[in-house]
Structures are given as C-alpha cells and as structure tokens.
C-alpha cells in the first residue's frame, strides 16, 4: 500500500470540495467546521492564505485555544490556532510520504497539490479503504483509557490534549460508551455553552458533566473478525471508533498498523 500514489489510494479526495479558511477568518468559521456533522465532516482544515498554503488546523489546537483563551475564546482568528506547513504534499507522491507526516506529527491531515496549487486534503478516514482488510482486529486494538462520565466539560478538554486522544470512553453495565472531540466542540459552540459562559464565566463549565453533552453506544466487534469489517464501520462518520474487547480500535490502528 505504501508505495502506490496518495492520487491512486485516495482518489475520492479529488472530487469533493477542498474545504478552507484564511488566517483572518473569525474563529467561529474554524471552529463550525471542526465541530458539525455528519452534514459537514472534516478531520482538519486547511489553511489558505491569497490561495498560497498557510498552514493546517486541527481540534486539538482548537481544544487547546479554548482552555487557554476561556470567555474569549470566540474572540479570535483562525490564524491564532493555525499550525504553520511549509509545503503541502504532490497528489502523486507516494503514500508512504503521508503516513510518515502523519507518524511524525500525530496529526492525521495534510494538505495535497497538484503542480503549485493545493487542490485537496487527506486524512486517515480517507485511507480506510486501501488497508489490509484480512488482518485480524484483535492484533491492530489499542490499549483503553476510560474516563469518569461526571468530570466536567473543560476537565474533558484537557485530558484529550494532554493524552492526545479523540474519543472518551466510559463503561456502563451494558457495555463502552463513547463520545468524540467533535461532540465536545459542537457542545462549545452550542448556544448553552455559550450562554453560560457569557452569565457565569468559562468556569461553570465545570458543572456541566461530561454525560450532558451525550454519549453513544460503542459498536463492537470480535477479536478474530478482518480488519475489513472495521474498515465498514469506520467508514460512517458517525462511528469514531470500534471496541475490540477490552481494547479500541480507531481509524489511526487501521491504517498506521
């Protein structure tokens, strides 16, 4: 898989359209199209200045803008949460050169170009269907970290940054529950949120449990069964990830593994 084109593994990133914003756009642009979906689902946006490529955002930089900005964390640019890319990669380089960006940075998004212009984005979602799918899933699981449902929305924030993770997960009776990033920040930039923070200040966050903003029931799948059922399911935007056992499995397992 490595060695073929990221136009050749990917060629559906081709034509859907680049979504982007420009270093000067109001921090709610960036951060609606962080946090909406199914009807808009992105894993990153690029960033586009005068059409010349600026840089990339992801939520993590959007999670750690809110923590460190509070009450004003709308008051800013997309610029102000932008990460810096020299160069964005050719849509006919191989697609080793993307999974090694990924590896190195731990953020699973890049820009592509054809010739001068950026014309496309990758992220792992777009690779699920160029994985090995006769792998077993119980070899590609990773490790589970489990949270407490009733720690409080900012506390959520921040342990995904520091753990670097997507999805939280808690275990009920009847088996994981999990809610993503992306639900955290549309909870954010909800109108509750918001005007809570506009009558009390960031810090009544703390008392608005992390099960308010609303967990979904995890899907699972057996240890023995192909990576190609996973690869199913993930495909849905709205399955950020599947429980193997004890273990979770994510789009990033599929396709760095």
Not at 109 to 122: C, E
Not at 145 to 153: H, K, L, Q, R, S
Not at 234 to 257: A, E, H, Q, Y
């Amino acid at each position: 898989m490595q060695d073929i084109s990221i136009r050749a593994a990917a060629p559906q990133i081709f034509r859907r359209p680049l979504l982007y914003v420009g270093p000067q756009d109001a921090m709610v642009h960036a951060a609606t199209f962080l946090a909406i979906g199914p009807q808009i689902y992105v894993d990153g946006l690029v960033v586009l200045d005068a059409g010349r490529l600026a840089g990339r955002i992801g939520g993590r930089r959007l999670a750690s803008h809110i923590l460190e900005r509070k009450e004003k964390w709308l008051d800013g640019r997309a610029g102000d949460i932008t990460e810096p890319l020299d160069r964005p990669l050719d849509a006919d380089s191989p697609l080793k050169d993307a999974l090694s960006a990924f590896a190195e940075t731990r953020f699973a998004f890049m820009p592509i170009a054809s010739g001068d212009k950026v014309i496309a984005s990758l992220s792992i979602r777009d690779l699920l269907g160029a994985v090995d799918k006769t792998r077993k899933v119980g070899q590609l699981a990773s490790s589970l970290t489990t949270v407490d449902e009733g720690m409080g929305v900012p506390e959520a924030l921040k342990f995904m940054v520091e753990k670097g993770v997507r999805n939280l997960v808690a275990l009920r009776h009847n088996g994981p529950f999990v809610v993503n990033d992306r639900r955290v920040l549309e909870f954010m930039l909800g109108y509750e949120a918001r005007t809570l923070v506009a009558e009390k200040g960031f810090s009544a966050l703390d008392d608005v449990p992390l099960s308010h903003v609303g967990f979904c029931k995890g899907k699972t799948l057996g240890p023995e069964e192909i990576a190609g059922a996973a690869a199913s399911l993930l495909s849905d935007v709205g399955t950020p990830c599947v429980f193997v056992g004890n273990r979770i499995l994510t789009p990033w397992d599929l396709v760095m593994k």
